[in-house]
């Protein structure tokens, strides 16, 4: 995969002389899943603002196919064509009446014609699992229902990178399925997905690449099934391990489980465990008595 969208010693400096980002490097690769992990503070929200253009670096630069981004007016316009962001919180994106409103603001603002804009917004909105929705006024949605929305009001821009700040938070456990299945979709049909998040199991269960944030400065950017190497970068970022390379090491310890492949989430380490429960009793056919190794030292 080519690199897409990269960052070059990028400064930034707010209004008020407070740092949002100290000579941030980082390159997203073409087609990848990304995700920006860092504690609060660290810069993740102000990165995904430079990385749509919202904002303007004060050093370093950002280029997109290996040009820097043209911060003039029509440039910003296409740049929003191709780079879609979806903000933490929904009332900061949303401001249409209706859901179907909402999501033909983007479409109609390109000036498409009134059957392309329906096409687009229907398929946005199925896409989403919005389609028996159209109708509503957004003001009556649940906070899991307006992230949908913006999602698909992006989405509906057919863009090339989604950007996507913090898109779990505030989400139950099931809506939080069903959106990294969305994204897990939205990637495998090509799109380039980049999103912020302080959850490292999330990070390090649907990444392919995994940027460390700390101080307004990507420390680290690694494939995620590296991330066990990477134990100090990730101390230093305020991140602990992932719940599942804890458990896989301790099982590894103990000569439950094989050192490799490690599993990225709780789903794969079961699947080892209920291997070996598997292959147990093909050792022993004829017993009743077919327990794991690892449940009969746990009785
Ligand atoms: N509008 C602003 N004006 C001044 N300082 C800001 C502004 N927005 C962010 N900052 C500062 O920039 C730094 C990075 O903030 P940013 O919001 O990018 O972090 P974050 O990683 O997204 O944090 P969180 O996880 O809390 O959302 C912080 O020190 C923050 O206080
Ligand atoms: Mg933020």
Redo the contacts with the bound molecule.
């Keep these: 995969m080519s690199d897409f969208i990269e960052m070059a010693a990028v400064g930034h400096i ?3 002389g ?3 980002l100290n000579g941030c490097s980082l390159a997203i690769r073409r087609g990848s899943r990304n995700a920006l992990l ?10 995904l603002l430079h990385l749509n253009g919202l904002l303007r670096p004060s050093d370093g630069v950002v280029r997109i196919d290996g040009t820097p981004l043209d911060y003039r007016r029509a440039g910003l316009a296409a740049l929003r064509r191709r780079v879609g962001l979806v903000f933490q919180n929904p009332d900061d994106q949303l401001f249409s009446a209706s859901v179907v409103e909402d999501v033909s603001f983007g479409p109609v603002n390109l000036g498409l014609d009134a059957a392309t804009v329906r096409a687009r917004v229907a398929a946005a909105l199925a896409a989403v699992g919005m389609d028996g929705e159209a109708e509503r006024p957004v003001h009556h949605l649940s906070f899991g229902q307006k992230k949908r929305v913006c999602i698909a009001g992006v989405l509906a821009m057919q863009p090339e990178l989604l950007l996507l700040d ?1 898109p779990t938070a505030g989400l139950d456990a099931a809506m939080q399925a069903d959106l990294l299945g969305l994204l897990g979709t939205l990637s495998a049909r090509g799109l380039t997905v980049v999103l ?1 998040t ?1 959850d490292v199991d999330l990070a390090y269960r649907w990444a392919d690449d995994i940027h460390l ?1 700390a101080a ?1 400065r990507c420390i680290a950017s690694f494939a995620a099934e590296r991330l066990a190497q990477h134990g100090a970068a990730l101390a230093t970022a305020g991140q602990p391990l992932p719940a599942v390379v804890e458990v896989h090491r301790a099982l590894v310890a103990r000569g439950l489980l094989a050192e490799a492949p490690a599993p990225r989430c709780h789903e794969q380490l079961l699947a080892a465990l209920a291997a070996i429960d598997n292959k147990d009793c093909e050792e022993t056919p004829m017993r009743n008595d077919s327990r794991s190794p690892a449940r009969r030292s746990a009785a």
């Design positions: 707010y209004a008020d407070q740092a949002g860092g504690a609060n503070g660290s810069g993740k929200t102000t990165l913090e912020s302080h944030l307004g």
